[in-house]
Structures are given as C-alpha cells and as structure tokens.
C-alpha cells in the first residue's frame, strides 16, 4: 500500500495535461521591480504550522493536533482543508500582484516551492491539483492563468498531475477585489462546472485546488461545491497567500 502511494506520487504528469495548457500561456519574465528577489523574500510572512486543521488560519501557539479557528467551530468551510504559504500583506501584496496582474513570473519557481511545503500533508492523501480558472474573457486580456502557472510547477515537484480541465468558469464574474464576504459569495455562485465527459473522471478522486489569494474562501468553497456534486470525494486547497485578519464569527 505504501509502495502504491510512492508510485503515485512519483508518476509522470497526467496524459491529459495537454489540455490545460491552453489555459497557460508563459507571460514574459520580468525584471522591473528594483528590489532583488532575495530581498522580498527575507520580508515575507512564512506561515506554518500550528494552525487550524481545517483553512489553516495561523495559530500563535500549538492547541494540538485537529484542532480547528473559532470561525471553522462556528461555520466550517465546505472544503476538507486549506493551506497558505505566505501571509498576504504589505511586504508580500507587490510581488504577489505584480505576478498576478503584470504577468512577472521571477518569483514562480519559489512560490510553487513554499506551495509544495504548505501542501505537504496533503500530496501523499491528492491525486490531482485542479488550478481555479479563469474566465475566458479575463483569461484573453491577461494571457495567463497565474494559478495554472502556479499548479503547474507544483505538478514537476509532486508528482501529482495537473489538470486545468476539470473546472471551467463559465460566469464572467466581476472582480473579487473589492467586495464584502458576502458579495464574494454571491459573485461566485453559480460560476463553475465541471464539463460532463470529465466528470466520470472525477469521481472518487482527492483533488488539491490551486489559487493564488484566500480572502473569504468564496472561491475555493465555490469550486468544492462544484467538484463536490461530480463525485469528488476529498477536497483540498493550497494557496500563494492568505489574508490574516481578526476572525469575525458569524451569528
Ligand atoms: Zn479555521
């Protein structure tokens, strides 16, 4: 059983990859900003255990193994468990922006690598990382898809394939950026399918979702619900970064 899992782990990227690759279009590297990237990386936020088992909010101190935020006790997310490697701040919002927007991609390699760490109790249970997609129309005016750049390397250092074409984003949804909690849950309702040749695929697998920012989980709970209803059966997310604010419990 155990040697099984090696194998799996281990074993070439999907044969269906190809498919995703039409949402991955390379953006040009970029070399604009006057920091060095050992600078940004001395100021990030590294985030780690312990945390809640459940969406990894950061804990200051251990409360033992399981253990799950006052937010997830209250209204736990739908999906079986999230991870973060940075935390999303001011020192770590430039770069994170600069390669979501302007397509900068100097920082990919080590972004996927601090993934693949935040991830780790989660390759050895995953079959497949599932990259959130864009829309068409927001896929052509940014060339690229930055969390099917960021799967898709964490695909070469797992093992595990990469499929872009699970989930489709079939609703132009507006931009995430400025909303409230609940506005981001309703923006996004409705927003993914899962196409009906893939779903045999899809049933019975572990899937790690792959984006970029966990703000409210309005994205990631959205693409479960999704992949949920074709017969996935754990489902788990691994984010770039994650906002860290004070929990507001819901009543
Ligand atoms: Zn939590």
Same mark, same amino acid.
């Given at each position: 059983?155990?040697?099984?899992?090696?194998?799996?782990?281990?074993?070439?990227?999907?044969?269906?990859?190809? +498919?995703?690759?039409?949402?991955?279009?390379?953006?040009?590297?970029?070399?604009?900003?006057?920091?060095?990237?050992?600078?940004?990386?001395?100021?990030?936020?590294?985030?780690?255990?312990? @945390? @809640?088992?459940?969406?990894?909010?950061?804990?200051?101190?251990?409360?033992?193994?399981?253990?799950? @935020?006052?937010?997830?006790?209250?209204?736990?997310?739908?999906?079986?468990?999230?991870?973060?490697?940075?935390?999303?701040?001011?020192?770590?919002?430039?770069?994170?922006?600069? $390669?979501?927007?302007?397509?900068?991609?100097?920082?990919?390699? +080590? $972004?996927?690598?601090?993934?693949?760490?935040?991830?780790?109790?989660?390759?050895?249970?995953?079959?497949?990382?599932?990259?959130?997609?864009?829309?068409?129309?927001?896929?052509?005016?940014?060339?690229?898809?930055?969390?099917?750049?960021?799967?898709?390397?964490?695909?070469?250092?797992?093992?595990?394939?990469?499929?872009?074409?699970?989930?489709?984003?079939?609703?132009?949804?507006?931009?995430?950026?400025?909303?409230?909690?609940?506005?981001?849950?309703?923006?996004?309702?409705?927003?993914?399918?899962?196409?009906?040749?893939?779903?045999?695929?899809?049933?019975?697998?572990?899937?790690?979702?792959?984006?970029?920012?966990?703000?409210?989980?309005?994205?990631?709970?959205?693409?479960?619900?999704?992949?949920?209803?074709?017969?996935?059966?754990?489902?788990?997310?691994?984010?770039?970064?994650?906002?860290? +604010?004070?929990?507001?419990?819901?009543?």
């Amino acid at each position: 059983m155990e040697s099984d899992k090696k194998t799996k782990l281990f074993a070439p990227v999907g044969k269906k990859m190809a +498919r995703g690759i039409l949402d991955i279009v390379l953006p040009p590297d970029g070399t604009a900003s006057h920091k060095t990237v050992s600078e940004d990386w001395a100021s990030f936020v590294y985030l780690d255990e312990p @945390c @809640c088992d459940r969406c990894g909010f950061p804990f200051d101190y251990s409360r033992g193994t399981g253990e799950v @935020c006052a937010r997830c006790m209250v209204d736990p997310p739908i999906f079986d468990g999230a991870r973060s490697a940075l935390q999303y701040e001011e020192e770590s919002s430039a770069p994170i922006l600069s $390669f979501k927007h302007g397509g900068r991609t100097r920082h990919l390699e +080590r $972004f996927a690598q601090q993934m693949v760490r935040a991830g780790r109790t989660f390759w050895p249970k995953a079959d497949v990382l599932v990259p959130v997609p864009l829309h068409f129309l927001r896929l052509r005016k940014r060339k690229f898809n930055q969390a099917a750049l960021l799967a898709r390397v964490m695909s070469e250092k797992t093992g595990l394939p990469c499929r872009a074409d699970y989930l489709w984003r079939h609703k132009p949804t507006t931009s995430q950026g400025l909303q409230t909690a609940k506005g981001r849950f309703r923006n996004v309702q409705g927003a993914f399918s899962v196409p009906e040749d893939i779903k045999p695929e899809i049933k019975g697998k572990n899937i790690v979702i792959i984006d970029d920012v966990y703000t409210t989980g309005a994205t990631l709970e959205a693409c479960t619900r999704t992949l949920r209803r074709a017969g996935a059966n754990k489902i788990y997310a691994v984010t770039l970064a994650r906002v860290v +604010r004070d929990q507001e419990i819901p009543t």
